[in-house]
């Protein structure tokens, strides 16, 4: 699976987009990028997931490049209950097994 | 509630003694995944199970780790002869094979060995 680089931590107002950044710069074809949350105590949570397209849920919108070397998530108003740790994983197909996870980027909402 | 579930929430052992852990995936989920997370690290890969064969585990995990899933329902995870290093947090998660594998994470059980 690809590494991933993503800042150590960063700070967004409430109502705000929050735009998290990833860098995936030795993906390969096959490989999906998955984001995942983990909010203090909890388990991580999944996010959204897209292998070339942009992609938008109820969550949030990620937006790959066009040379998939670089993705970033966007929490489009972001709320005091979005403060987590943000994972950026690649996987090498949708039929692999383990996550691979960083240390990923805290987000903080601030009022 | 249909989550992932386990058991139990936190552990407090002394060193040297054995400890297990149990998870209880989603009804549907034929994945079932362990990973370990200590404080301020992403959590780490320790072994993943699809129904009730083993399919890979990390070098993490060490002869003294165990993890089973003997009816492809639920899973076990023992450590024996405990060490304070295995102090962590011990994540289940559970997938499909198929489709998009995003994978649903249990809360959780926080082990301090003493």
């Known amino acids: 699976d690809a590494k991933t680089t993503q800042p150590p931590s960063m700070d967004c107002a409430e109502g705000r987009a929050a735009n998290l950044p990833c860098n995936h710069s030795?993906?390969?074809?096959?490989?999906?990028v998955y984001w995942y949350r983990q909010i203090h105590s909890q388990g991580p949570q999944y996010i959204i997931h897209?292998?070339?397209n942009n992609e938008t849920n109820e969550m949030a919108s990620l937006i790959i490049t066009e040379d998939r070397k670089s993705s970033t998530l966007i929490l489009p108003h972001a709320t005091l209950r979005d403060t987590a740790v943000y994972y950026c994983?690649?996987?090498?197909?949708?039929?692999?097994?383990?996550?691979?996870f960083g240390d990923g980027t805290t987000l903080t909402v601030k009022p | 509630d249909t989550g992932v579930s386990q058991d139990p929430r936190h552990k407090i052992t002394k060193r040297g003694q054995n400890v297990t852990f149990r998870c209880d995936p989603i009804?549907?989920?034929?994945?079932l995944y362990w990973y370990r997370q200590t404080l301020g690290q992403g959590p780490e890969f320790l072994t993943y199970?699809?129904?009730?064969?083993?399919?890979?585990k990390s070098r993490l995990l060490s002869d003294r780790f165990s993890a089973e899933r003997p009816k492809g329902s639920f899973s076990t995870l023992e450590i024996q002869r405990t060490e304070q290093g295995d102090s962590a947090m011990y994540l289940c998660?559970?997938?499909?094979?198929?489709?998009?594998?995003?994978?649903?994470f249990g809360p959780g059980t926080r082990l301090t060995v003493t």
């Open positions: 998660a559970s997938s499909l094979s198929s489709g998009s594998h995003e994978q649903y």
């Open positions: 009804s549907e989920h034929n994945r």
């Open positions: 199970f699809q129904n009730e064969a083993q399919l890979e």
């Open positions: 030795t993906i390969s074809g096959n490989e999906y």
């Open positions: 897209g292998l070339k």
């Open positions: 994983i690649v996987k090498m197909s949708t039929n692999a097994g383990k996550s691979t």
